[in-house]
């Protein structure tokens, strides 16, 4: 801290306690204004920290930056929110007393993400295990959850919060984060049902109608559009440019899961939630006296979503139930009181609601390890700062009550601080007189009869009408009663005066709900409903407390967990009204540092001395102003610091010696002590500067020098390694030569001494030659030829490598490839060389019909095993006809379209003739000992090799396939006998020619590779 002091001019003093004059208001918002257009949003009063928003995001909240604070002491480093909980962190684990951290300002200054700042810093720099990073998410994830459920926007501030919360983060031994405990205070429960113009509900409200899925809200009956309920439309402000609700939706659904919601309780929640909103809609019709309700929709969604009797909750909502000399009666509403039942049935739903959130929130934060049962604990206190409004009831006025208990304890704690620590340090010290200013709140008016707000106002102004912090107008001057209502009272802050409205106070503090709502609500059968409405209470004569009581209880609670706390303070403070970045209202400051009471708090911290420091802190930062302290002090730390400011001739007014610390009254004399160290700086600057360069540059010399030596022997033996290594690898490489050449000579001799090495060379060079050279395929007939002393060997290895390549090959073979390499190979061995179009055939895969669709039903319906298309030639005539030859496993048969023309036996089947040319005709000659058939037939195909080898297999007549030249002599009938010529020519030509017999002129046979051919075929497999 010590070192931003001479740049006091341009950022100002980062501790309020060193203004020189500092009973000024004005030099006091000054010094707040200079470090505020600096982005210096943070400066001390002593311990306290005083928090400026800037409306912006500042990097300033890095890893980097909470590295920078862990674990330093609270003045080395500039003013951050950091410091204040480390210092707090650190004080927890020396001291072992328990710490509390409390955050105050008004709504929009920063003290919700002041909070999130501190827990955000434990959870970075404390030790973590597996189950302490639990509780770090869980309590990080708290926040949201809570600001969904909590926070509103107001005029004034986003993200309001609308309650109290003050969280005890524990620690066990080793300073690990183990668990945690939430208290909430005063949930502004009225917004639910009203809010002001320019105001929302609260945000989970818009986060499950804008971010909820369809299918949620279509089973919550919701809509997504806020204008449709009236509960959220009566601010007139259902979007909101800072706010992103879907987003924030994601947060609170995965926020709920790390807490350890199950599914079933986030079901029940939002049903909750949505029944709020459908309860708003709810409205009444009927008669004075006789009051119904018209909107049974809201009804049915009511009844579904609360789990409970839709005609007992209507007769519920429409009358209440008197008890009467033991008797119960049901007394019809009227419009207005209908609607206040109504609304306070949707508070009270609400409110405990949120008080069964925070508690469930608790149980998943609850420390559970029994071994050690003592833990550590800071508080952290984010509760609403002091508010004035235009219009100010009974929120306010509690608000308020808190702000002044807070305002005295702060005043009791920090004058406590002060006098310990001068008591400790033995110093005298007159206290600073003081007024603490408490407004005092008389009981609510609970007396039989007709009580109201106007009785009410009466009787406060008969109990306190005397005090001087209280008036109203009856009371007032003729000036004051100008400015108030009739309905009007006001009371003296701390921060200023304040009216408020009496009007639905008495409604308000006995927030009461009829009781035949509530047992309607402990019928429930949504479980988290059943937790918050106890059965008990129906069964409990006594009246319930006010709310003002309850709240004035637990804030008495709230005193004592404080006061046995060591506290921290952070006083936030608002800039502006309008949210705007770098700008400073100073009217509005001066009123928050009024009502903050930092000038009072800066009072009571200079009544004695601005600035304090232990001995070895000032001594170290300021020994280089005395000669006797220069470098180091030997001697005690005490006598030190007095022999330096005598030296630097402090006056004895100016100063005090403690046990352990010196103590400065005046700000200028620090300042002067401070000027003198500049000044003494660049004397020594140049000093160390020569000092330090002769001393690099001799290091450098003797660095070198001994570089150079060292090199120079590195060197050396160095070259004797590379020497010994050549002449080790020449001896290797002569005996390996050497070894060599005799082997070569005795290479014809039995395996010796002299030839083993050069026999094992050779053996070695064939199998590495073997292995980079090893045939690829079954029809690769190459090998390396092998030396003499290995021709038996390689032979076995060729034969092991031929039986492995083709069991390779048979193993990757289908039984379809199979079928069909074993028709090729009948091919093969009929055709081959012996017909001319057979090379032709062989990349043709051979298939089971070569039938059109036209047959396709023909193909269906038989059993055959080929099938395909033919054009036989008559007997007599020689007359083309198309046909289809379909051979089954007993006879071919020749078919018309579906028309049986001809059957076949194979047995019958005598032989087959072809020609050698590329035509497609062949001839079936057929046994004359067969009365069914009248010759031998004559057929043409196109795929004529594919089909006389499929009726060669079928009728097992192989061998009986005779390959012609020139000409085939067949049987046509009744002992006479047909010829068919064959002769080569260009194009292809069947015809009767002139001396009866059947002409074919069949194509010039082109050269084909037949190698070719099987490639292809292999390709198309």
């Not at 059993?863 to 008559?874: A, H, M």
Request: charged content about 25%.
């Amino acid at each position: 801290m010590e070192s931003a002091l001479t740049a006091r001019d341009r950022v100002g003093v980062q501790d309020f306690v060193l203004l020189e004059n500092f009973t000024s208001e004005a030099a006091f918002i000054e010094n707040l204004r200079k470090r505020f257009k600096e982005n210096l949003i943070y400066t001390y009063i002593g311990s306290v920290l005083v928090s400026v928003n800037p409306y912006k995001d500042l990097e300033i909240y890095t890893k980097n930056h909470m590295e920078r604070y862990r674990g330093v002491n609270f003045y080395e480093v500039s003013p951050h929110i950091y410091a204040v909980a480390d210092n707090s962190y650190r004080s927890m684990r020396t001291e072992r007393k328990d710490q509390c951290i409390l955050i105050s300002g008004e709504s929009g200054a920063g003290k919700t993400e002041a909070s999130k700042k501190i827990l955000q810093y434990y959870a970075f720099t404390c030790p973590a295990s597996e189950q302490v990073q639990t509780i770090k998410d869980r309590l990080l994830q708290s926040n949201p959850v809570l600001e969904a459920f909590g926070n509103a926007k107001t005029l004034r501030n986003d993200n309001s919060s609308r309650f109290g919360k003050y969280m005890d983060i524990q620690f066990d031994f080793k300073g690990a984060p183990v668990g945690g405990h939430i208290i909430n205070y005063l949930l502004e429960k009225s917004r639910v049902v009203h809010q002001n113009h320019g105001e929302r509900n609260f945000h989970i409200f818009y986060q499950l109608i804008e971010g909820g899925e369809e299918d949620l809200l279509r089973a919550l009956g919701l809509e997504r559009n806020p204008q449709q309920y009236q509960y959220l439309v009566k601010g007139n402000c259902p979007k909101v440019s800072s706010i992103n609700d879907r987003s924030d939706w994601k947060m609170v659904r995965k926020a709920l899961t790390v807490i350890g919601f199950n599914e079933d309780e986030v079901e029940e929640l939002l049903n909750i939630i949505a029944s709020v909103l459908h309860l708003g809609n709810v409205q009444y019709g009927g008669e004075e006296g006789n009051v119904c309700i018209t909107s049974d929709t809201q009804i049915k969604y009511l009844a579904r979503l609360l789990g409970v009797n839709g005609a007992v909750l209507t007769e519920a909502l429409t009358h209440k139930k008197i008890i009467a000399k033991g008797e119960e009666l049901m007394s019809p509403l009227n419009l207005e009181q209908a609607s206040s039942a109504r609304d306070a049935l949707s508070k009270a739903v609400y409110g405990r609601t949120f008080t069964w959130l925070v508690n469930k929130i608790n149980a998943s934060l609850t420390y559970t390890d029994d071994s050690h049962k003592n833990y550590s604990v800071i508080g952290l206190l984010d509760i609403y700062g002091f508010e004035v409004f235009q219009h100010n009831s009974f929120e306010q006025f509690c608000i308020n009550y808190c702000n002044e208990k807070l305002q005295q304890l702060f005043i009791e704690l920090t004058l406590k601080s002060e006098q310990e620590e001068y008591e400790a340090e033995g110093i005298t010290w007159e206290p600073e007189k003081f007024k603490g200013i408490i407004s005092i709140l008389d009981e609510e008016c609970l007396r039989p009869g007709d009580a109201s707000d106007l009785t009410f106002l009466e009787k406060l102004e008969d109990t306190v009408g005397g005090h001087a912090h209280f008036v109203t107008h009856k009371l007032a001057d003729a000036k004051t009663r100008k400015v108030m209502g009739r309905d009007e009272f006001r009371l003296l802050h701390y921060a200023g005066e304040v009216n408020y409205n009496v009007n639905g106070f008495l409604d308000k503090n006995n927030d009461l709900l009829f009781r035949n709502l509530k047992e309607v609500m402990c019928m429930s059968e949504n479980k988290i409903l059943n937790q918050c409405f106890d059965r008990e209470e129906l069964s409990d004569k006594k009246r319930p407390e006010t709310a003002a009581t309850q709240f004035k209880a637990s804030l008495a609670k709230l005193m004592e967990i404080l006061m046995s706390k060591e506290p921290s303070y952070i006083r936030c403070i608002k800039p502006n009204d309008s949210k705007q970045a770098g700008r400073f209202d100073e009217v509005l400051i001066r009123h928050q540092v009024k009502y903050l009471g930092l000038m009072e708090n800066l009072r009571v911290r200079r009544a004695g001395f601005a600035y304090r420091r232990r001995y070895e802190v000032f001594l170290q930062r300021y020994k280089s102003l005395c000669p006797d302290t220069w470098p180091n002090w030997q001697g005690k730390l005490a006598d030190g610091v007095a022999t330096l400011v005598k030296h630097l001739g402090y006056k004895p007014e100016e100063y005090k010696l403690g046990r352990s610390k010196i103590f400065i009254r005046f700000p200028k004399t620090l300042f002067a002590t401070e000027e003198a160290l500049e000044t003494r700086k660049h004397s020594l600057a140049t000093k160390l500067q020569a000092g330090w360069r002769g001393y690099s540059q001799m290091y450098l010399f003797v660095i070198m020098y001994i570089t150079y030596l060292a090199a120079i022997a590195i060197q050396a033996w160095w070259r004797g390694i590379l020497a010994r290594r050549r002449a080790q690898r020449r001896r290797q490489a002569a005996d390996t030569i050497r070894r060599f050449i005799k082997g070569f000579i005795y290479r014809h001799r039995e395996r010796c001494p002299e030839n083993e090495y050069f026999l094992d060379y050779v053996r070695y060079s064939f199998l590495m030659k073997l292995h980079r050279n090893l045939p690829k395929n079954v029809l690769d007939k190459s090998w390396p030829t092998p030396p003499a002393a290995l021709a038996e060997a390689s032979e076995h290895l060729r034969k092991l490598c031929m039986q492995n390549m083709v069991w390779s090959y048979c193993k990757k073979i289908s039984p379809e490839w199979k079928h069909q390499m074993e028709q090729k190979m009948i091919a093969s061995e009929l055709f081959k060389d012996k017909k001319d179009n057979y090379p032709q055939s062989v990349p043709k895969l051979f298939v089971s019909t070569r039938l059109s669709t036209t047959f396709f039903l023909l193909q269906q319906m038989s059993c055959e095993t080929c099938t395909v298309p033919v054009t036989k030639y008559d007997r007599k005539g020689y007359k083309a006809r198309p046909r289809q030859l379909l051979l089954t496993a007993n006879s071919a048969v020749i078919i018309e379209e579906t028309k049986l023309k001809q059957r076949i036996d194979y047995g019958a089947l005598k032989g087959i003739s072809v020609s050698s040319l590329s035509d497609g005709l062949f001839v079936l000659h057929v046994s004359s000992d067969d009365n069914k058939q009248k010759g031998d037939v004559v057929l043409q195909s196109d795929h004529v090799i594919e089909t006389l080898t499929k009726i060669a297999i079928c009728s097992d007549k192989i061998n009986s396939i005779n390959i012609n030249q020139g000409s085939i002599t067949f049987t046509v009938g009744q002992g006479k006998e047909g010829i068919i010529d064959f002769t080569p020519g260009s194009e292809l030509l069947v015809a009767k020619a002139k001396n009866g017999h059947l002409s074919v002129v069949s194509l010039l046979n082109l050269p084909h590779s037949q190698s070719d051919g099987f490639s292809k075929l292999k390709a198309e497999m």
